[in-house]
Structures are given as C-alpha cells and as structure tokens.
Nanobody, 119 residues
Framework: QVQLVESGGGLVQLGGSLRLSCAAS????????MGWYRQAPGKQRELVAT????????NYADFVKGRFTISRDNAKNTVYLQMNSLKLEDTAVYFC????????????WGQGTQVTVSS
C-alpha cells in the first residue's frame, strides 16, 4: 500500500518560514503529479501547489505565489513545500497529494500536518 508521510509542520510566527516534506513509499515517477493542499477549520480543502514528477512543472494558487515554492527530490521520493512570509491565514492542516496514472486516476493523500501561524 502506497503511503505519503508529511512532516515539517508546526508553530511559526507571522512572517516566518517552514518547510514541509512529503515522503512517498514508492518511486514518485509512478505518479503523474504531486502537490500540497490545505484545509483551515470550517473551510473546504484547497489547492496550494502542484508539481509534475517528470518535468517538474509547477503550479501555484494565487494566494501563495511569490511566497511558497514546491520542489521534488526524485532520489528521495520526496516533495517539499518551502513556505516563506507566512501569514495568519496560512494556518491550516496541509495535506500531500499524489495522482496516479490512469485510467482510472486515483488520488492518494497523506495524513496531514498542522501549520499554525501566530502573531
């Protein structure tokens, strides 16, 4: 069974930085794309950033452009999310996601890691 294990969350001050990691239990080239989503209390889960495993093409939500960077280390089967200039509204549980090749395309999720930005 494929596992995605997130780490790196925690409590950080306004304007600070954190780096999240998502380690996959298998070769990430098995996935078409990997990414990070987040869910704040009372809100729906939303896309933060994605990266294709083959070409490394990235995509970001407007609210993180210029502040967050997604990257991958193929040798370590790990995807990262570098978060800088954190805002209070970045507080959420961050989930790693991987989409398999299809058909059918499957969504795989990690257990989530809490990020809390304090003032």
């Amino acid at each position: 069974q494929v596992q995605l294990v997130e780490s790196g969350g925690g409590l950080v001050q306004l304007g600070g930085s954190l780096r999240l990691s998502c380690a996959a239990s298998m070769n990430i080239f098995s996935f078409v794309v990997m990414g990070w989503y987040r869910q704040a209390p009372g809100k729906q889960r939303e896309l933060v950033a994605t990266i294709t495993t083959s070409s490394g093409t990235t995509n970001y939500a407007d609210f993180v452009k210029g502040r967050f960077t997604i990257s991958r280390d193929n040798a370590k089967n790990t995807v990262y999310l570098q978060m800088n200039s954190l805002k209070l509204e970045d507080t959420a549980v961050y989930f790693c996601n991987a989409k398999t090749y299809g058909p059918p395309v499957r969504d795989l999720w990690g257990q989530g890691t809490q990020v809390t930005v304090s003032s």
